[in-house]
């Protein structure tokens, strides 16, 4: 903000008590944020005894101050873009301070840090945070101890999938030889009774007697006689019987035994598993919980404001409000640039353009000649063509030059949708309602008559960089990126805040064309186009937003002939001026703030320019 450079601040130049070497008392001027609607005040500041105060001014200070901190668990944090500006605060509590310059700066911060250091809390306060770390580290090593050890007290579960891949080798095996020796019994069997079968047919006509035992028949001579051996597992294969069952009761026993550790290991995975999940959820749910506190308590302090507050669809402070600043800044623009304007002195302004159409297209080229024998110009520089623009953005300027030609001098009536907004005098001022993704875009169309100015003069002041900054009062500063030829440049600018909008850059081409009427009853017309592009050396930054801009100012001369054989005055000249404006402001602002911005600054600039255009050409000779 422009009204920021008279802050000073004064002070005492020694920090120390030489006799006690205890921090002196440190008093001075400091700025400090008020609220959205007064900004910037400054304020008297006494740093004494580990406290802050601050009086609305030196002759106040028997009143009683206006409010004090603490610097005990005060936080001094310098601005990361403002070399003058830091901010103090203990809790909930903050001041936004800015001093003369960064020198200024440096000896509060340094002394307020002594007087904080002097009260003994840094160091309590460091004690306390490294034991705390150390309590911390010890916890955490212990925890990861015990759990630890506790994973190696019993095997882990991979171990014992591998002790249940040999017990199903060993199982196996003794299935594959448990099945052998069902096969071989079988076949006993059946040998046994095929043979009984034909025994039986050869004996069946001496009636054997039999006994109940069955294994046994009785001879015709009484004698009792096996008929058929018993079958022995020895007998078959060499087979164990008692010994492959007591194995396979063993390795069934091993199984179950070690399905039954592996559930508990997979219980116990699931048991830590779940107990780390419960941890996280409740760490989420903390952090939930804070995050609702912080955006409350952030809701709370948006009450009172402060200069970080900035624009944005999040943005804390509410339409209205961001409203009422935004007048508050301008309107103190508007007293700055009225006291600046009454220190110089002021040429006479010309009278106002009569009523009625007294001016005539007609004359122009037939006084050409006359004029050219009468006047000398002051300007030197020559009539400006396409042929003189040469370089990598021609086709850009021609499109556009062809694009205002076409359409920036249509009419404001039929379909086009333009809503007169302004009207004072000769100028219109019009405004087309178009948002894109909540952004506004109205287009601006304003038409203008000047008396006793040229079409070229106007747009020559308009295009002209060495005399921007007699008349445009928004440009913070401006550069020149390139020059692409006589008649084209490229240029970067940053405007002044507004608070709490955003600053604003603009990185645009400009061009100056002549073009020449067709029909010789109507008059030239003169043209500067601006219009956005990039370039490598002045990318977007942080800092700042980018806009992006499309504007033309579009003149023409309109000559009313003098009677008999006078001389061609400024009376007899009248410019008829056409100003476009396409701007997308890069980022999201309350609409109804914009378009009230528009409203009033446009109609402004517009006055503005012209008369400082007028005053610059008064007395002088004239340039069709």
Known sequence: MSDNQSWNSSGSEEDLDTESGQPVELGGVLSKWTNYIHGWQDRWVV??????????????????????????????????????????????????????????????????????????????????????????????????????????????????????????????????????????????????????????????????????????????????????????????????????????????????????????????????????????????????????????????????????????PNSLINEDEFFDAVEAALDRQDKIEEQSQSEKSRIHRPTAVPSGDTYSTIGTHRLAQKVATQLFFTFTRGLVSASDDVHRFRMQVEEMVQYHMSYSLQDVGGDANWQLVVEEGEMKVYRREVEENGIVLDPLKATHAVKGVTGHEVCHYFWNTEVRNDWETTIENFNVVETLSDNAIIIYQTHKRVWPASQRDVLYLSAIRKIVANNENDPDTWLVCNFSVDHENNPPTNRCVRAKINVAMICQTLVSPPEGDKEISRDNILCKITYVANVNPGGWAPASVLRAVAKREYPKFLKRFTTYVQEKTAGKSILF
């Open 47 to 312: 740093l004494k005894n580990n406290t802050l105060s601050y009086y609305k001014s030196e002759d106040e200070r028997e009143y009683g101050c206006r409010g004090s901190l603490c610097l005990s668990k005060a936080v001094i944090t310098p601005h990361e873009f403002d070399e003058c500006r830091f901010d103090i605060s203990v809790n909930d509590s903050v001041w936004y301070l800015r001093a003369q310059d960064p020198e200024h700066r440096r000896q509060w911060i340094e002394s307020i840090e002594l007087h904080k250091a002097e009260s003994g809390y840094g160091s309590e306060s460091s004690l306390r945070r490294h034991g705390s770390m150390l309590s911390l580290t010890s916890a955490a090593s212990g925890y990861s101890a015990t759990s630890t050890s506790s994973f190696k007290k019993g095997h882990s579960l991979r171990e014992k999938l591998a002790e249940m891949e040999t017990f199903r080798d060993i199982l196996c095996r003794q299935v594959d030889t448990l099945q052998k020796y069902f096969d071989a019994c079988a076949d006993a069997v059946s040998k046994d009774e095929f043979q009984r079968d034909k025994v039986v047919e050869d004996d069946e006509d001496d009636f054997p007697n039999t006994r109940p035992d069955g294994d046994f028949l009785h001879n015709n001579n009484g004698s009792k006689e096996k008929l058929f051996p018993s079958v022995n597992p020895k007998g078959i294969n060499g087979i164990d019987f008692k010994g492959e069952a007591i194995t396979f009761k063993a390795t069934t026993a091993g199984i179950l035994s070690t399905l039954s550790h592996c559930i508990d290991l997979m219980m116990k995975r699931e048991d830590s598993w779940q107990k780390r999940l419960d941890k996280e959820l409740e760490k989420r749910r903390r952090v939930e919980e804070a995050y609702k506190t912080a955006v409350s308590e952030l809701k709370k302090k948006s009450h009172f404001g402060g200069p970080d507050y900035e624009e944005g």
